[in-house]
């Protein structure tokens, strides 16, 4: 099959795009076009526009913007292939000739959609009749209302080895031994997969029924059994829901990724529609990848058990080389014992709707992972930590999310592992009680150490930004990386600012310098003398020539962290002490104290980065 632009061009032609959204959005004339609040994302006043003549709609709101076929695959989460073929068919347009084979495996696969569409109405008629009474009370037990299981197409299977067989006998055994739905040992006669089961139809994401899976009535092993993969299920592709929580997703902007069937069906029946479940697996790299089509930050809401903690953390690993900017993943814990479906049972939707509302982040779950892992009262057990912290940022491809995960693991750290003289803010003796007199912020916590000392409001550390400046001179190919940040430090220091501007022409100019080649580049420019002055000076051993790339990285972006950090907030403490000296509030109070604890947090920071680097002299030293 070829799919032509021009076929593509004619079919979007002959697509009236207003009455293919009007569909399922309300739309309002607007001149020569249409609008409504956008299904893509929450709004109350209409952004959102349909242009019939030029075959698009877009959003000024949150930027959605496509065609016909965009369409059906963002709003109705088709993949390409299907939305086309719903749009041909309605177009009254023909799809171009398959090859013969191609034709042949397309024949066969409408014979196996159309069998298991069959076995999906006799399950449900099963369940119906005399003999679902079992089944039917399982899920009035589980509060499952007959609308909800209408809504899912429940059913349920007898205990018979047969009657499945002869319902849909006129498909002949080996197509539904193909599709699933009956077994076959050896050269015995085939007999149906599911007996005894309350049947749930398993859904693409055109809502055709491609499988099944059957949990036991009463007691039996395996509580669950699914379909064997088959030319329509693929387990480690499929998620189930996936056809009804795409569009609820649209208008929730999230999704929600539970354990198993009757946790979806359970949440949607209290409102969340968009809940997809795996399909007895862990996350596979493509069920993540059908996610990241609905949403940039799925929320993985698994069991409060060990077992769903442990698939919560192995999600957590396997989407770790796939992140980018702005796709990542939060989890939400449920209390112990209890899963999704025992939560909305017991303590309704609002219950659920709290844990929504404060989510885990990716990296906040790793963190707490690993540090739980095993005990950290040793040095060998932190080194441990550490290394295994570093393992994990290692997985990720992205290089700039790589990067932020290893400073934040590496500030996770600092935190936890400080001395808690150091963690904690010191009693002010010359702080009074709220309400009464003036209060000057004391001088830094770090204050003590000589790479603090050059700190001040409106100014960076002249100390610090020289330790910065010589650790890209010994290291030029970290220049590119903060050109941005380096470029704003022109502004900051009329003498420093001259050596960091000619660092970012230099380095725009020839990204292959090595340290030698630029300080005779430097040199040309008059640097000579205070470049080899940085070079030759101890700056607290800052990057030092030699030293592994992978620390130098780390060290550098922690120290311009800190460096372009530190005046801001000095600057806001001093706008916030300002504003408490002539109107007193506990609003403003609190804002002054937050920002003295991150202005001695941004200490704490130099002060172990500037501890780490003589280490590492140290040990040098002593190793040579």
Same mark, same amino acid.
């Given at each position: 099959?070829?799919?032509?632009?021009?076929?593509?061009?004619?079919?979007?032609?002959?697509?009236?795009?207003?009455?293919?959204?009007?569909?399922?959005?309300?739309?309002?004339?607007?001149?020569?076009?249409?609008?409504?609040?956008?299904?893509?994302?929450?709004?109350?006043?209409?952004?959102? =526009?349909?242009?019939?003549?030029?075959?698009?709609?877009?959003?000024?709101?949150?930027?959605?913007?496509?065609?016909?076929?965009?369409?059906?695959?963002?709003?109705?989460?088709?993949?390409?292939?299907?939305?086309?073929?719903?749009?041909?068919?309605?177009?009254?347009?023909?799809?171009?000739?398959?090859?013969?084979?191609?034709?042949?495996?397309?024949?066969?696969?409408?014979?196996?959609?159309?069998?298991?569409?069959?076995?999906?109405?006799?399950?449900?008629?099963?369940?119906?009749?005399?003999?679902?009474?079992?089944?039917?009370?399982?899920?009035?037990?589980?509060?499952?209302?007959?609308?909800?299981?209408?809504?899912?197409?429940?059913?349920?299977?007898?205990?018979?080895?047969?009657?499945?067989?002869?319902?849909?006998?006129?498909?002949?055994?080996?197509?539904?031994?193909?599709?699933?739905?009956?077994?076959?040992?050896?050269?015995?006669?085939? =007999?149906?997969?599911?007996?005894?089961?309350?049947?749930?139809?398993?859904?693409?994401?055109?809502?055709?029924?491609?499988?099944?899976?059957?949990?036991?009535?009463?007691?039996?092993?395996?509580?669950?059994?699914?379909?064997?993969?088959?030319?329509?299920?693929?387990?480690?592709?499929?998620?189930?829901?996936?056809?009804?929580?795409?569009?609820?997703?649209?208008?929730?902007?999230?999704?929600?990724?539970?354990?198993?069937?009757?946790?979806?069906?359970?949440?949607?029946?209290?409102?969340?529609?968009?809940?997809?479940?795996?399909?007895?697996?862990?996350?596979?790299?493509?069920?993540?990848?059908?996610?990241?089509?609905?949403?940039?930050?799925?929320?993985?809401?698994?069991?409060?058990?060990?077992?769903?903690?442990?698939?919560?953390?192995?999600?957590?690993?396997?989407?770790?080389?796939?992140?980018?900017?702005?796709?990542?993943?939060?989890?939400?814990?449920?209390?112990?014992?209890?899963?999704?479906?025992?939560?909305?049972?017991?303590?309704?939707?609002?219950?659920?709707?709290?844990?929504?509302?404060?989510?885990?982040?990716?990296?906040?779950?790793?963190?707490?992972?690993?540090?739980?892992?095993?005990?950290?009262?040793?040095?060998?057990?932190?080194?441990?930590?550490?290394?295994?912290?570093?393992?994990?940022?290692?997985?990720?491809?992205?290089?700039?999310?790589?990067?932020?995960?290893?400073?934040?693991?590496?500030?996770?750290?600092?935190?936890?592992?400080?001395?808690?003289?150091?963690?904690?803010?010191?009693?002010?003796?010359?702080?009074?009680?709220?309400?009464?007199?003036?209060?000057?912020?004391?001088?830094?916590?770090?204050?003590?150490?000589?790479?603090?000392?050059?700190?001040?409001?409106?100014?960076?550390?002249?100390?610090?930004?020289?330790?910065?400046?010589?650790?890209?001179?010994?290291?030029?190919?970290?220049?590119?990386?903060?050109?941005?940040?380096?470029?704003?430090?022109?502004?900051?220091?009329?003498?420093?600012?001259?050596?960091?501007?000619?660092?970012?022409?230099?380095?725009?100019?020839?990204?292959?310098?090595?340290?030698?080649?630029?300080?005779?580049?430097?040199?040309?420019?008059?640097?000579?003398?205070?470049?080899?002055?940085?070079?030759?000076?101890?700056?607290?051993?800052?990057?030092?020539?030699?030293?592994?790339?992978?620390?130098?990285?780390?060290?550098?972006?922690?120290?311009?962290?800190?460096?372009?950090?530190?005046?801001?907030?000095?600057?806001?403490?001093?706008?916030?002490?300002?504003?408490?000296?002539?109107?007193?509030?506990?609003?403003?109070?609190?804002?002054?104290?937050?920002?003295?604890?991150?202005?001695?947090?941004?200490?704490?920071?130099?002060?172990?980065?500037?501890?780490?680097?003589?280490?590492?002299?140290?040990?040098?030293?002593?190793?040579?």
């Amino acid at each position: 099959m070829a799919l032509t632009p021009q076929f593509l061009d004619e079919l979007r032609s002959r697509t009236l795009l207003s009455s293919l959204i009007g569909r399922t959005t309300k739309l309002q004339k607007a001149g020569r076009e249409w609008r409504a609040c956008c299904p893509f994302h929450n709004e109350k006043s209409p952004s959102f =526009y349909v242009n019939d003549d030029k075959a698009f709609y877009h959003c000024f709101g949150c930027g959605a913007h496509g065609d016909a076929i965009r369409w059906m695959t963002d709003q109705r989460g088709l993949p390409f292939i299907d939305a086309v073929k719903e749009l041909v068919q309605a177009a009254g347009m023909e799809m171009p000739a398959l090859d013969p084979r191609s034709a042949e495996k397309a024949e066969r696969a409408k014979g196996l959609h159309e069998a298991c569409a069959d076995a999906a109405a006799w399950f449900t008629e099963q369940l119906n009749g005399i003999a679902g009474a079992e089944a039917r009370a399982v899920l009035e037990k589980r509060g499952i209302k007959a609308e909800t299981a209408k809504a899912f197409s429940l059913g349920f299977a007898p205990d018979s080895r047969g009657k499945l067989k002869t319902a849909l006998k006129e498909y002949g055994d080996p197509l539904l031994i193909e599709a699933g739905m009956l077994i076959k040992v050896d050269d015995k006669e085939p =007999y149906d997969r599911f007996r005894g089961r309350l049947m749930i139809p398993i859904r693409d994401p055109r809502g055709r029924t491609i499988a099944f899976g059957g949990r036991v009535i009463g007691e039996g092993e395996p509580k669950y059994l699914n379909s064997p993969e088959t030319p329509l299920f693929d387990k480690g592709r499929s998620l189930y829901n996936l056809d009804r929580a795409a569009p609820a997703s649209r208008k929730s902007g999230r999704v929600l990724v539970v354990e198993g069937y009757m946790d979806v069906i359970a949440l949607a029946q209290a409102g969340f529609g968009e809940t997809v479940a795996p399909l007895g697996t862990a996350l596979t790299e493509m069920q993540l990848e059908r996610l990241w089509r609905l949403v940039d930050v799925p929320i993985l809401c698994f069991d409060g058990d060990s077992a769903g903690q442990k698939a919560a953390i192995r999600a957590a690993q396997r989407a770790l080389p796939l992140l980018g900017h702005g796709r990542s993943l939060s989890f939400v814990t449920l209390p112990a014992g209890q899963d999704p479906d025992d939560l909305v049972r017991t303590k309704g939707a609002q219950a659920f709707e709290a844990l929504l509302a404060k989510p885990e982040s990716l990296v906040s779950r790793l963190w707490e992972h690993e540090k739980a892992a095993e005990p950290l009262d040793t040095p060998e057990q932190k080194a441990g930590l550490k290394q295994r912290l570093n393992d994990l940022a290692a997985t990720i491809t992205d290089p700039n999310v790589r990067q932020e995960y290893n400073s934040d693991f590496r500030d996770r750290a600092y935190k936890h592992f400080s001395p808690k003289r150091e963690q904690q803010a010191p009693r002010q003796q010359n702080m009074p009680r709220r309400g009464t007199g003036k209060w000057a912020p004391p001088a830094p916590a770090g204050g003590h150490h000589p790479a603090a000392q050059g700190i001040r409001a409106g100014g960076i550390d002249r100390v610090l930004g020289k330790a910065v400046l010589a650790g890209l001179i010994r290291h030029p190919v970290e220049i590119a990386r903060h050109v941005e940040v380096l470029g704003a430090l022109q502004k900051a220091d009329a003498v420093l600012g001259q050596l960091f501007e000619a660092l970012v022409n230099v380095a725009l100019k020839d990204r292959a310098l090595d340290s030698e080649r630029l300080v005779t580049i430097l040199g040309t420019s008059g640097f000579d003398d205070i470049a080899t002055d940085l070079l030759r000076a101890d700056r607290s051993s800052l990057a030092p020539k030699g030293a592994d790339a992978e620390q130098v990285r780390a060290d550098l972006d922690e120290a311009i962290h800190i460096l372009v950090a530190r005046p801001e907030v000095d600057a806001l403490l001093a706008a916030a002490t300002a504003e408490l000296g002539t109107n007193y509030s506990d609003e403003a109070f609190e804002r002054q104290m937050s920002l003295v604890r991150e202005q001695q947090a941004l200490d704490v920071r130099l002060a172990n980065l500037v501890q780490s680097n003589e280490d590492a002299k140290a040990l040098g030293t002593e190793g040579s």
